[in-house]
T-cell receptor, first 111, second 116 residues
């Protein structure tokens, strides 16, 4: 089954404790992105990748890191999480600029 | 920079009736994609319909259709014969077709309620 998976689905952590949210797709897509969703703000792009080893900033990259060492994986790293990073996070992938397929979301709470 | 505006935070419709959700966008690019996504309470993002800017014909998918007005930069979604399962948040999104970037911009969403 073609899908984008994210782990964990739910995470509660404390300020400053490094964490990684994994994202994996099995559709051999070149493009991958991370978004955060906050009430009243819609989805905002954090980072995107157009190919292996190629990443670029979206609209809200501060406080986040990404890497793309393999085509199928695109982890999101929060090296020192803060409460303002409490949000719902989505990973998505696509074949070039065609339709994006979204993962199920990760609900992150930073205390 | 591109922007996407959904001016209706909430809409409601009676079952079997028709409703139209509005979306306007701003861009200086001539080639791009536009999307409508549905987000039910499960939070999963589900593609409803897509439109390629260079195609003048409005996209349709069963009960869902768009009114794409490129000159006016308007991209509204019409849902016909509304069903209870259509109740969700709906997001309009813009995606550049430029080869050197993959920025995708979402609107703030419209919450659709469907009444029996």
């Amino acid at each position: 089954e073609a899908q984008v998976t994210q782990n964990p689905r739910y995470l509660i952590t404390v300020t400053g404790k490094k964490l990684t949210v994994t994202c994996s797709q099995n559709m051999n897509h070149e493009y991958m992105s991370w978004y955060r969703q906050d009430p009243g703000l819609g989805l905002r792009q954090i980072y995107y990748s157009m190919n292996v080893e190629v990443t670029d900033k979206g609209d809200v990259p501060e406080g986040y890191k990404v890497s793309r060492k393999e085509k199928r994986n695109f982890p999101l790293i929060l090296e020192s999480p803060s409460p303002n990073q409490t949000s719902l996070y989505f990973c998505a992938s696509s074949q070039q600029q065609d339709t994006q397929y979204f993962g199920p979301g990760t609900r992150l709470t930073v205390l | 920079a591109q922007t996407v505006t959904q001016s209706q935070p909430e809409m409601s419709v009676q079952e079997a009736e028709t409703v139209t959700l509005s979306c306007t966008y701003d861009t200086s690019e001539s080639d791009y994609y536009l999307f409508w996504y549905k987000q039910p309470p499960s939070r999963q993002m589900i593609l409803v319909i897509r439109q390629e800017a260079y195609k003048q014909q409005n996209a349709t998918e069963n009960r869902f259709s768009v009114n794409f007005q490129k000159a006016a930069k308007s991209f509204s979604l019409k849902i016909s014969d509304s069903q209870l399962g259509d109740a969700a948040m709906y997001f309009c999104a813009y995606r550049s077709a430029r080869g050197d970037t993959d920025k995708l911009i979402f609107g703030t969403g419209t919450r659709l309620q469907v009444f029996p």
